[in-house]
């Protein structure tokens, strides 16, 4: 309490200008006093306009009061330098490098606890005393210190800009109203930023209202995966218990279906999982933009907060919650009923119903697939990066532009490896495909094989069972540059009518046994579709033929 006591005594016989004890006080008529020397170098600076002012309650004189020293003052002022008490506030007051420092202290300057949009000034806690004691400064626009007071300033006539131009979308002044922005659809700067909170405000009510859908939806997965993993495991115990009845004869099935079951199990698991970690990140980032559109809301300075508005970055698309369904039922308990009969029938059953159980377990959907895309934008959001793997490609076959294009050339000096092509002009992707993919493929010269196939099929030789198309591993478009197409799968042609196009796209959706090619122009024309089951991760495959000038690229689309 003591030392609180002398705490208030130092402030009150302190100059509000240097900030330190008082040195030769004096009384200016208003009744403030300062120092001598700080109140007489503050008049000289406004000799010009022959008007004086008391710094702190803005008082005006004319003509200059005389000063003369307050001898009671000073004596009291010694009898508190003899107590000891420091005379300069403590260094914490001092406004540092990352500080907005009051712009009425001299010398050593103390931190500004608040910012005058009025005065366009800041002030520390002293300073800032009379926009509290006197009227003249009771309409005065006070908020938290702010290093970007200029900024309210017109550059053009040097006026606060108090109103805003929605036909150009900035901040000007009153002069500007009348003269270059004339005619505009002007407002102050007060409406605007009414309007603009309104719609802060419903962008928050958005955000909020995705982030708990977003948070249902990750629950509702969490669920499942559990569901999925619960029913896997007893589907795998109650197989295991089955196979273990059928000794030698069923040991090899029941070693597959433990495998196929753990397997979709995983590729179950793993797509649910993709979607619940995009649905957590979106609701983080949900959460930040929130925070930060928060934070823009309690900015005081109209000015401030349109300038800062435009800069707020557009929402990413929405998972649309709707999308997640969870397919009822469609677990593993299947495979223990299907099971179960082989168990029944024996061998010669097991030959005969083998395909049913294989396909009892890659029916396991938890989740209802996604419609079809049907815009080139919707293809697009399943763009894959393809690129060739230089362990496959052909001898006679050249790859650049970081194996993306591929040209036929003299022979190469690629070294040897089983998985490479011997003697069709043929190459497959490094990447393997699964799930949802699409591509696109640019080719330059008179025809040019654009091929998906599983990376069992024969490298060695020029048989049926090394070209694509000509064998059941493989999938394969024939493009022709003036005629039309054919498409070959298990050595079975099929004539493909459309025109000519030098961009071909090709969409993949593993899963569902689906894949399409598309002639990509100024329209995007689906040439084939193909509905079938594959049992394989697939790659993406070119083959070249005939001419060296014929040329062919995986397209950049991301």
């Given at each position: 309490?003591?030392?609180k ?15 330190d004890l ?18 007489q ?10 008007v004086y ?14 000063l ?8 009291l002022v ?17 406004a ?7 712009d ?33 400064f009771?309409?005065h ?17 040097d ?13 000007i ?20 930023r ?14 909020q ?10 629950k ?5 995966v ?5 029913s ?42 993709e ?9 983080t ?21 349109l300038?800062d ?10 998972t649309?919650?709707?999308s997640?369904?969870?397919?009822p ?5 299947a ?10 029938k ?24 996604q ?23 052909n ?52 025809e ?13 030789g ?19 540059r ?8 298990n ?30 122009s ?6 084939h ?16 033929e ?13």
């Amino acid at each position: 309490m003591a030392q609180k006591g002398v705490q208030l005594d130092r402030e009150t016989f302190s100059c509000s200008i240097c900030l330190d004890l008082l040195k030769d006080p004096v009384a200016i008529p208003c009744g403030h006093s300062y120092c001598m020397n700080c109140i007489q170098t503050h008049w000289d600076k406004e000799d010009e306009r022959k008007v004086y002012s008391c710094p702190q309650c803005r008082q005006t004189f004319t003509p200059r009061p005389v000063l003369l020293k307050n001898t009671m003052l000073a004596v009291l002022v010694e009898e508190l330098k003899k107590t000891g008490l420091q005379a300069a506030p403590a260094d914490h007051c001092y406004a540092g490098a990352e500080d907005v420092a009051c712009d009425v202290c001299t010398g050593s300057k103390l931190k500004a606890c608040k910012s005058c949009l009025q005065c366009l000034i800041s002030y520390c806690e002293k300073h800032l005393q009379p926009h509290y004691d006197s009227p003249a400064f009771k309409k005065h626009k006070l908020v938290e210190p702010s290093k970007k007071l200029q900024e309210n300033v017109c550059s053009r006539h040097d006026e606060v800009m108090k109103m805003f131009c929605r036909t150009d979308q900035q901040s000007i002044c009153y002069l500007c109203s009348v003269d270059e922005h004339k005619g505009h659809d002007t407002v102050s700067a007060a409406a605007e930023r009414t309007e603009r909170q309104r719609e802060l405000g419903v962008s928050r009510q958005n955000i909020q209202q995705r982030i708990q859908d977003r948070e249902k939806d990750v629950k509702l997965l969490q669920q499942e995966v559990e569901a999925v993993n619960r029913s896997a495991d007893k589907a795998v115990e109650d197989s295991e218990k089955i196979f273990t009845q059928l000794i030698r004869l069923m040991e090899e099935r029941r070693s597959d279906v433990k495998q196929q079951v753990r397997s979709q199990q995983e590729a179950e698991v793993s797509r649910v999982r993709e979607l619940q970690e995009k649905l957590e990140q979106e609701i983080t980032e949900l959460k930040r933009r929130d925070a930060d559109l928060e934070e823009l809301s309690l900015t005081e300075d109209h000015n401030q907060f349109l300038h800062d508005y435009p800069s707020l970055s557009p929402l990413s698309e929405s998972t649309d919650s709707s999308s997640i369904k969870i397919r009822p039922l469609r677990y593993f308990e299947a495979v223990t009923a299907a099971v179960s009969e082989v168990r029944d029938k024996l061998q010669d059953v097991l030959r005969e119903t083998w395909t049913n159980i294989s396909q009892t377990v890659t029916e396991v959907d938890v989740l209802l697939s996604q419609p079809e895309p049907k815009t080139r934008a919707e293809f697009l959001q399943y763009s894959r990066d393809i690129t060739m793997d230089p362990n496959t490609v052909n001898d006679e076959l050249l790859l650049s532009d970081g194996n993306r294009e591929i040209t036929i050339c003299s022979e190469q000096s690629y070294p040897c490896h089983p998985d490479r092509f011997t003697e069709c002009w043929q190459v497959l992707s490094r990447e393997s495909l699964t799930g949802r993919c699409y591509w696109e493929v640019e080719w330059h010269g008179e025809e040019i094989y654009m091929a998906v196939a599983y990376k069992s099929i024969c490298r060695e030789g020029s048989s049926d069972e090394c070209l694509f198309g000509h064998n059941d591993k493989s999938w394969v478009l024939f493009c022709y540059r003036t005629y039309s197409y054919t498409f070959w799968h298990n050595n079975i042609e099929t004539d493909v009518p459309g025109t000519g196009s030098s961009r071909i796209g090709v969409y993949l959706d593993h899963s569902a046994g689906i894949l399409s090619f598309y002639s990509i122009s100024e329209t995007m024309t689906l040439l084939h579709r193909v509905q079938t089951t594959f049992t394989q991760p697939l790659y993406a495959g070119l083959r070249l033929e005939f001419s060296y000038s014929y040329t062919a690229e995986f397209c950049k689309l991301k």
